[in-house]
């Protein structure tokens, strides 16, 4: 399981990671059904940001 809230902090996502906070203390059935959203959205975020840290290939 993911620990989204470790996600994103690790990507400085500070006002993300507080609106999760909120989240998450309004209770488990407020989380279910925006955990597949967050989830995807980190998952395109980390890619997004591995792509960019490969240096071009040189000619």
Same mark, same amino acid.
Request: proline share 2%.
């Given at each position: 399981m993911?620990?989204?809230?470790?996600?994103l902090?690790?990507?400085?996502?500070l006002?993300? +990671?507080s @609106?999760? #906070? =909120? +989240?998450? @203390?309004? #209770? =488990?059935d407020?989380?279910a059904?925006?955990?597949?959203l967050i989830?995807?959205?980190l998952?395109a975020?980390?890619?997004?940001?591995?792509?960019r840290?490969?240096p071009?290939?040189?000619k």
């Open positions: 993911r620990d989204v809230a470790a996600e902090k690790d990507l400085r996502l006002g993300m +990671l @609106a999760w #906070g =909120e +989240l998450m @203390a309004q #209770g =488990e407020s989380v059904s925006s955990k597949w989830e995807h959205l998952r975020e980390n890619t997004n940001r591995a792509m840290s490969v071009p290939l040189s």
